[in-house]
């Protein structure tokens, strides 16, 4: 994405309360329960609120949630614990193709800047690779997370300016889940290089 397609984008003036325009409902969905609604960096604020709910999401992940024993050259190394965040991201980029089709429609917009759910679908994603234990152990993986994912979704590189071009509300939902798919291949490898994750 271009520094024009970025200004177009991400400088455009915003209307105040744009989300109002539609049932109560959709509003809350599509805002992440408000955090959307925020005047100065919506996508920020919706990315950093999925970061949060993220932690208890591995709380929930490690104690009720399939897991299997780590094994490096026949020594356990402790339980490994996958898939919470990826089905995370896919039931909420499924589930919120409708009600971002309505909102966009009730207010007459193209992929506005309060809708926010494709930000949570792209940490949700982000986290997929990521044992939910690691991310318990470290804490700060979530902010490492945060900022991948917002740096895939503003600069849209590697082919996802593409998928944001799919029509109406899968192309504002795709290019947020293919960008958390890069940040967490990057994060990932990240891990694995320091040792964090053996």
């Known amino acids: 994405m271009n520094k024009q397609e970025l200004k177009e984008k991400y400088g455009k003036k915003r209307v105040p309360h ?9 509003a809350l969905v ?21 970061a949060i709910v993220a932690y208890p999401m591995a ?18 190394t402790g339980t490994r614990t996958y898939g919470l965040f990826l089905v995370a991201a896919l039931i909420v980029f499924f589930a919120a193709i409708p009600p971002v089709k309505k909102a966009m429609k009730d207010t007459g917009t193209e ?11 792209g940490i949700f994603m982000s986290l997929a690779f990521i044992p939910a234990e690691i991310i318990l152990a470290y804490p700060w993986i979530l902010a490492v997370a945060f900022g991948l994912f917002r740096f895939f979704d503003i600069l849209k590189p590697l082919g996802i300016h593409r998928f944001e071009k799919f029509p ?28 964090i994750l053996p």
Request: charged share 15%; hydrophobic share 45%; net charge negative.
């Open 59 to 76: 709380v929930f992940s490690c104690r009720f949630w399939p897991s299997y024993e780590h094994v490096i050259n026949e020594q356990a």
């Open 111 to 121: 992929d506005p800047g309060w809708i926010v759910i494709d930000e949570v679908c």
């Open 168 to 195: 109406g509300a899968w192309g504002v939902m795709a290019d947020d889940l293919l960008g958390g798919v890069y940040a967490g291949i990057v994060l990932l490898i990240g891990l694995v290089a320091f040792g």
């Open 30 to 50: 599509t805002t992440f329960f408000g955090s959307g609604m925020s005047p100065k960096a919506p996508g920020t604020f919706g990315s950093l609120a999925a």
């Open 18 to 26: 744009e989300w109002r325009g539609t049932d109560t409902f959709t």
